[in-house]
């Protein structure tokens, strides 16, 4: 296995565990004086997170690509499910409560979608000569990520989306597609942005959010108070931070949502600079793992699932950093492995059990290549 990868998650999802007790540490409405509740619920979604991942790893990868469509059924299936009977939170219909416990299958839905663009894309392109992808092949993979972004749209999850229109942007340009599909998509997007502000297709909380990106001040005590006090608790940490389980703006519970969209405010103030840098190594080094894998395989779906997974990681550890910072607009996405929350942590270590099988695979594949070459030379 890529050990260094793997290293890299699971200290992040430790430091995610101790942030996210430290942001509830005094938080009595949402523990209901319980301080350890969160600690142990999250650690709990680690482990079952855990034992996916572990599944995954030692799945053979022919049964990744038959179980790939089932998987994405799937997704579409419980998307649809949370528009019928899904419950509203923060004006987003996105959850469904399944035995006590909330399950957003937006989060993986992400991952559905990668697996089924590239399953397109490697289908389509056994027996060719070359690995460029045609028409045909850009319009199946936008179909494919078309029904499940509608129903993310229509929930409305805009920060979801916007992960999911990055990832889609990364998937077609790791497939070998024409740049011209990907100046048309990127063009493409900003019209339906401008159009979806203008028309007021925009929910007007939405629109309120962007507004105070642009100028907190507008309305420091509504739609600007996030963005406020997430900047006042990463700029009381300095260097060092104010220490674990210190943080005054933290442990005021001052941050909204702070364990979960605005956990690495967290780390901004008790940890300081030191404590926030080392969250960014770490996710670089998911990165670079990430694309190294996706760089090594010659197996084109492994190659695609690879570079998408690096896009979705990439753009929402930057979307969600971004907004703690006031230089991203505030729309609700995790810290990957760092947040809390279930869906996201099983989404997170899904794709890295991907990952490592894909990185398995390719260690394998050199030695089963040269072997009948050794032979020739050995008889010889």
């Not at 959010?209 to 642009?214: E, G, I, K, N, S």
């Not at 279930?342 to 398995?360: D, E, K, P, R, T």
Request: glycine share 12%.
């Amino acid at each position: 296995m890529d050990l260094v990868l793997l290293g890299a998650v699971l200290l992040l999802s430790l430091i995610g565990c101790l942030l996210i007790w430290s942001a509830t540490l005094e938080r009595d409405d949402l523990t209901g004086g319980d301080s350890r509740e969160y600690l142990v619920k999250q650690g709990i979604n680690v482990a079952l997170g855990l034992v996916l991942m572990a599944t995954v790893v030692m799945t053979d990868h022919r049964w990744v690509r038959i179980l790939a469509p089932i998987g994405y059924l799937l997704a579409v299936v419980g998307l649809v499910l949370v528009l019928v009977m899904g419950s509203t939170i923060n004006g987003s219909r996105s959850w469904l409560m399944i035995g006590g416990m909330s399950l957003q299958p937006a989060e993986l839905a992400k991952l559905a979608v990668v697996l089924g663009m590239a399953l397109v894309v490697a289908e389509r392109s056994e027996g060719r000569w070359r690995d460029r992808v045609g028409t045909l092949d850009v319009l199946l993979m936008l179909a494919v990520a078309a029904v499940p972004a509608v129903l993310i749209l229509a929930q409305p999850d805009l920060g979801t989306m916007l992960v999911l229109t990055a990832t889609v942007f990364g998937v077609i340009a790791a497939s070998g597609a024409h740049r011209s599909w990907l100046g048309g998509l990127a063009a493409g997007g900003i019209g339906v942005a401008a159009f979806a502000v203008i028309s007021g297709f925009l929910k007007p909380y939405q629109v309120d959010r962007f507004m105070a990106f642009t100028n907190p001040d507008l309305d420091p005590r509504g739609a600007g108070y996030n963005v406020e006090q997430a900047r006042i608790a990463v700029g009381n940490g300095g260097t060092f931070g104010q220490g674990l389980f210190q943080g005054s703006q933290t442990q005021s519970g001052f941050v909204p949502e702070q364990h979960t969209d605005f956990v690495f405010t967290v780390a901004g103030e008790e940890l300081g600079l030191v404590g926030a840098a080392a969250i960014v190594a770490l996710l670089g080094v998911v990165l670079w793992r990430t694309l190294r894998i996706a760089a090594r395989t010659d197996d084109l779906f492994g190659r695609i699932v690879a570079a998408g997974i690096a896009c979705w990681f990439g753009f929402q550890a930057f979307q969600n950093i971004g907004m703690c910072l006031g230089i991203m607009p505030v729309t609700g996405v995790p810290l990957p492995f760092v947040s809390y929350g279930g869906s996201s942590m099983f989404a997170g270590l899904l794709a890295v059990g991907l990952l490592q099988n894909i990185h398995l695979r390719t260690l394998s594949a050199p030695a089963s290549r040269l072997a009948p070459q050794r032979r020739v030379l050995v008889r010889g």
